[in-house]
């Protein structure tokens, strides 16, 4: 089983940037499509917030179009998966993770927690 480890997480005010990234312990991730969710403090829904498919199409939930870019290393054996987060709000402080985007893991990562101040 794929093994996720996301990080790039932490505390940033009203406006600012972070770079999320999902390293995956094997390159079998790479033939999935792959997403970046988000819950929520209290909150048990993990909600997709961005997905990006195989051939490179990218989606987004309308509450972070145009402010959040998924990527990913194409190069690599092994492709790392980012998610650039830009103009946060308060309302994007969460637990991060990254998964299939279609039909996620079982098992998921710790996560990664980001934190917006107003």
């Known amino acids: 089983q794929v093994q996720l480890v996301e990080s790039g997480g932490g505390l940033v005010q009203t406006g600012g940037s972070l770079r999320l990234a999902c390293t995956p312990s094997s390159s079998l991730f790479n033939v999935y499509n792959r997403a970046w969710y988000r819950q929520a403090p209290g909150k048990q829904l993990r909600e997709l917030v961005a997905?990006?498919?195989?051939?490179?199409?990218?989606?987004?939930a309308d509450s972070v179009k145009g402010r959040f870019t998924i990527s990913r290393e194409s190069a690599k054996d092994v492709a790392v998966l980012y998610l650039q987060m830009d103009s946060l709000k308060p309302e994007d402080t969460g637990t991060y993770f990254c998964?299939?985007?279609?039909?996620?893991?079982?098992?998921w990562g710790r996560g990664t927690e980001v934190t917006v101040s107003s």
């Open positions: 998964n299939a985007a279609d039909t996620p893991f079982p098992s």
């Open positions: 997905s990006i498919r195989s051939g490179g199409t990218t989606d987004y």
